[in-house]
């Protein structure tokens, strides 16, 4: 049987009967403050589901999100400051702003870096009136840390300040590393050792970009393969009646080779 076609206005509905006289006592009870970290939640999970390509749990995971997002909506509705189609709105009119090669009279772009390029000139000439002491503050500090790194480097580059290649990238990945060695051989404090590691991450990042690889899905896939081995390892053990937390290094290790081989 064919899926029941739904459209947002449905959605919008439901919500205002969860929060209306009568509804439920949960969603009545939220708050700006609850709900945000429910709409950071749903994010990361249909991120995961993305991921994997796993379509039909990423419709599942985006309707999630967009639920949240009629939830923070309703709840700006009901504070007097704007309903579901001033998002929509401005959304839609920042698209059409920021493509003036398909819906302006700007030349066709065939490319898709130069239409990177095009997008942060129209972004720098919107921000012109705003108070903004550095293009690099339109990468928000409430981005995760990996991710917010990597669009700094993107930023950066996108005004010119960039490495040629990767090899170069290697070369800076290689001093960062030199230098986060040598703190730890002369016994550096924490401090300078937490310093030194940051500027090896940030390196990395950097070196992701160039080879056109995200490292928050490069990270995620290691994560991934560590979570398969070491349940892997667990199996073994349990097989032969061992405990993980009584064997050795050498054991252990021996172990985790075997978990690597059984892939």
Not at 56 to 75: H, I, N, Q, T, Y
Not at 147 to 153: K, M, T
Not at 228 to 256: K, Y
Request: charged letters at 30%; one cysteine or more; hydrophobic letters at 40%.
């Amino acid at each position: 049987m064919p899926q029941q076609k739904a459209n947002l206005d449905e959605l919008v509905n439901i919500m205002a009967t969860l929060r209306g006289p009568g509804g439920c006592p949960w969603d009545r009870k939220q708050t700006v403050q609850t709900i945000k970290d429910y709409l950071l939640e749903e994010c990361y999970e249909a991120y995961d589901a993305a991921a994997r390509e796993d379509f039909d749990e990423l419709a599942d995971e985006l309707g999630d999100v967009l639920f949240e997002v009629v939830f923070l909506s309703r709840l700006a509705q009901e504070a007097g400051r704007f309903d579901i189609s001033l998002p929509i709105r401005l959304v839609a009119d920042k698209l059409i702003r920021r493509h003036p090669h398909v819906f302006g009279d700007h030349p066709p772009i065939t490319e898709a870096d130069d239409v990177l390029t095009a997008w942060q000139a129209v972004k720098r000439t919107e921000t012109k009136s705003q108070e903004r002491k550095s293009q690099l503050d339109g990468v928000s500090p409430a981005m995760p840390p990996l991710l917010q790194a990597y669009r700094l480097g993107q930023r950066a580059a996108s005004m010119g300040f960039d490495w040629p290649d990767a090899q170069e990238v290697m070369k800076k990945v290689d001093e960062e590393l030199g230098e986060l060695k040598d703190a730890m051989a002369h016994g550096e404090p924490p401090r300078r050792l937490e310093e030194e590691l940051g500027d090896l991450l940030f390196s990395l990042t950097n070196l992701a970009r160039h080879l056109k690889i995200a490292p928050h899905d490069s990270l995620l896939s290691a994560s991934r393969k560590f979570r398969r081995r070491f349940g892997f390892m667990e199996e073994m053990a349990a097989a032969r009646n061992l405990v993980l937390e009584d064997l050795d290094m050498d054991a252990l290790e021996d172990l985790w080779r075997q978990a690597k081989d059984r892939e």
